[in-house]
């Protein structure tokens, strides 16, 4: 059971998965090495949950290799199942039992649990240990979410679009959570639709659209060179001009040479959002699919 | 954010030996136990109810010391030939009505999906089931017993063949009732329409099972309908311990534990078939 750390948590090859008509995932290649923070992006129905509960052991695939951890998922027992830990979207259950009840019910089911109190106090609610879960606020239930994720210590992490529904301030705080799970080198699979959080966290981007991966890459060189080109803007003739370049400096240069002092010059750099919407631009999501992708 | 990953440490692989199925089913047991008392719903819905429905109609048509006649000519207080469709209905409340309404709602929250991401064995989260449910039944059944023999004047059985033959139903019927609970919890389409669904349905049965009217006293179609589900069965049983000169119904034992036994049966293999962790929207 116990697998070569060298070997890599997740490796996907050629993962499909079809509902109906529908190629939710469509030869999708994934690897997530030892120790690395990846973030999953990609529009609603791009194929990030069918394919990250397929790692998980949720859903069965129709075809491709799939090892996580060094096992198969879909066969993979309850050894295997104590070495993740799995923190979903969307449940809402929990509710009569009280935070410090259910980390320590939780941790009883692992091999070698973290201490319960330690979690708690890692995800900020050591106040809250005697609340019942149904009191909690939204951001206080999704941090008790990621304590029953991690109470196994798990080596591998999969969070589902941690923070949705924090205030700034709770993003912060959980991302300093994330931070701490790194240095304790646990690898973690994060689905986002916050490309700020992907950007903080990630060691590397993967763009899924269309059920296949379009681009990944770490957040600061995603989508390659041309992706990543300046924009130069001017105004000229009462019109604004706009030039793509790799050489802005030379671009300014000749239209300070030409124009002494340049009318409403601007240089600006892509952000991650303007390099992520161009990826998906040219994966032909449409407009209207693009704009949800970005919260 | 371009650091190479090759410095970091990996995590320690777990040492300890996975915790048995065992263990964990008795934890299970003990934190259901403890959730179940915390739902208000459950608790009088429930846990309670065979034993205020006894106080009613026990102090309804026991008025002044009324008996009611049984079929053998004896004598006996309104609460004694009331008991024991009290008890069969605690029995299929607690087992029947409890898991199929408690485990459509976890599935519909998404908490069984949440242990299905553990180690959790299906066998310990089941032996959790079956523990909570033989908790709580006992004790309701403790409770009704002692209420009924120290307010309503009851006289308890005190032969052993009617207790063996109160525990032999008693355990045949939580098992028929927990695993068609379990198989129902299918049924209903959310966790919201849960108790909506199951609900009613207990409660028909209560009707044309002889809980509430005599079962005798029924049109003959109802009481062929009534035969076909366990419930009738159940208050046979339980009559055959608490009025012991009632309709002969020791004679029925060999029915009423083929009819539970199909129905046990029965609900284990659409149990196995349709149990899912997940909702039925989510793939």
Redesign the interface.
């Known amino acids: 059971m ?1 697998t070569h ?1 060298s070997t890599p948590a997740i490796e996907v090859t050629g993962l499909r998965k079809r ?1 109906g008509d529908k190629r939710a995932v469509d030869g999708l290649d994934l690897q997530v ?4 923070i990846v973030a999953i992006l990609g529009p609603n129905g791009a194929g990030k949950t ?1 394919t990250v ?1 397929i790692l ?4 069965r695939r129709d075809d491709g290799v799939v090892r996580v951890l060094g096992d198969d998922p879909a066969t993979a027992g ?2 295997w ?4 830990g ?1 923190v ?1 979207q ?5 509710a ?2 009280s935070v410090g ?1 259910l980390v320590r ?2 941790a ?5 649990p973290r201490d319960a109190d330690e979690v708690i106090d890692a995800v900020g609610l050591r106040e809250k240990v005697r609340t019942r879960a149904r009191q909690l606020s939204g951001g206080q239930r999704r941090r008790l979410d990621v304590a ?1 994720g991690i109470v ?4 591998l992490l999969f969070l589902d679009e941690p923070t949705t529904g924090f205030d700034p301030q709770a993003r912060r705080s959980f991302w300093d959570l994330v931070e701490s799970l ?5 690898t973690i699979l994060l689905t986002t639709h916050y490309l700020e959080e992907a ?1 903080r966290l ?2 590397r981007v993967v763009v899924v659209a269309g059920g296949t991966v379009v681009a990944q890459g ?4 995603l989508g390659g060179r041309t992706a990543r080109r300046a924009v130069v803007r001017w105004d000229e003739d009462g019109r604004t001009h706009e030039v793509r370049t790799d050489a802005p400096t030379h671009v300014v240069a000749g239209l300070a040479a030409r124009l002494d002092e340049i009318p409403g010059l601007q240089v600006l750099r892509p952000t991650l959002e303007d390099v992520y919407l161009g990826l998906l631009q040219d994966a032909h999501v449409p407009a209207t699919e693009r704009q949800e992708a970005v919260r | ?3 190479t ?1 090759t410095t ?4 320690t ?7 048995g199925p065992l263990p ?1 089913g008795l ?1 299970r047991a003990g ?1 259901e136990l ?2 179940f008392f ?2 208000r719903d459950a608790v009088v819905f429930v846990f309670a109810y065979p034993v205020i429905m006894l106080a009613i109609f026990a102090a309804v048509f026991g008025q002044d010391g009324a008996t009611v006649t049984t079929q053998g000519g004896a004598e006996i207080p309104f609460a004694q030939y009331f008991l024991p469709g009290m008890v069969a209905t605690g029995i299929m409340l607690s087992s029947f009505q409890s898991l199929a309404i408690s485990i459509a709602v ?1 599935r519909d ?3 069984l ?2 242990l ?6 299906a066998t310990a989260y089941f032996a959790g089931k079956v523990g909570q449910v033989l908790g709580v039944s006992l004790l309701q059944n403790a409770v009704l017993l002692v209420v009924a023999a120290s307010a309503f004047g009851v006289t308890l059985p005190t032969t052993a063949t009617a207790w063996a033959t109160f525990v032999w139903v008693f355990v045949l019927g939580t098992a028929c009732g927990s695993v068609c609970g379990v198989a129902f919890s299918s049924v209903p389409r959310s966790g919201r329409s849960a108790s909506a669904v199951v609900t009613p349905i207990v409660l028909v049965l209560q009707f044309i099972s002889g809980v509430f009217f005599p079962f005798d006293q029924l049109p003959s179609w109802m009481q062929g309908l009534a035969s076909v589900f366990p419930l009738r069965w159940l208050v046979e049983g339980m009559s055959a311990v608490f009025v012991p000169t009632g309709s002969g119904a020791s004679g029925q034992h060999g029915t009423t534990a083929l009819v539970l036994g199909a129905w046990l049966a029965a609900g284990l293999v659409v149990g196995v078939r349709t149990f899912r ?2 909702r039925r929207d989510d ?1």
Do not use: C, N
């Open positions: 116990t750390p509902y090495d030892r120790g690395e069918t509960e998980e052991g949720y859903r309850r050894a199942r104590s070495r993740i799995v979903l969307g449940t809402d259950d929990l009569e039992a009840e019910h939780f009883r089911f692992f091999p070698s029953l196994g210590r798990p080596e790194r240095s304790d080198g646990t950007e990630a060691d770490p957040p600061d060189q | 954010m371009t650091t990953t970091r440490t990996t995590p692989a777990p040492v300890g030996a996975l915790p964990l934890t934190y403890r959730l915390r739902e976890e929250e998404g908490g999906k949440r299905r991401g553990t180690p959790l064995p962790w997940r793939g």
